[in-house]
Nanobody
Framework: VQLAESGGGSVQSGGSLKLSCIMS????????MAWFRQAPGKEREAVAI???????DYADSMQGRLTISQENAQNSLHLQMTNLLPEDTAVYYC????????????????????WGQGTQVTVSS
């Protein structure tokens, strides 16, 4: 499995960005997808998760400002971010892991086996 993110960049506070992740080599029927971020000096944290049945969840810190979606035809995962704040500045990572043996996805990074290389998002005030 390979994941490749794109769409990061620099925006001013209040701006929007759409991140994309092309996923290839997937052999699972059911799996979890997620977007994580890691700011300098901080731990990596999940901001959005989505499973192949369409169930999703968002981190409280970004609730109401994110939309996670999957485009099956292109096997891509997207993250639309709006009203970005300077504290959203981080490297954003796409991640994927098997749903089995659990039947739910999680915000825990330990549930995700495959990771992209990350894309930088910088929000200036």
């Amino acid at each position: 499995v390979q994941l490749a993110e794109s769409g990061g960049g620099s925006v001013q506070s209040g701006g929007s960005l759409k991140l994309s992740c092309i996923m290839s080599g997937i052999t699972y029927d059911s799996y979890c997808m997620a977007w994580f971020r890691q700011a300098p000096g901080k731990e990596r944290e999940a901001v959005a998760i989505l499973d192949t049945d369409g169930s999703f969840d968002y981190a409280d810190s970004m609730q109401g400002r994110l939309t996670i979606s999957q485009e099956n035809a292109q096997n891509s995962l997207h993250l639309q971010m709006t009203n970005l704040l300077p504290e959203d500045t981080a490297v954003y990572y796409c991640a994927m892991g098997a749903l089995f043996p659990f039947n739910y996805c999680s915000m825990s990074s330990s549930r995700y086996t495959y990771w992209g290389q990350g894309t930088q998002v910088t929000v200036s005030s």
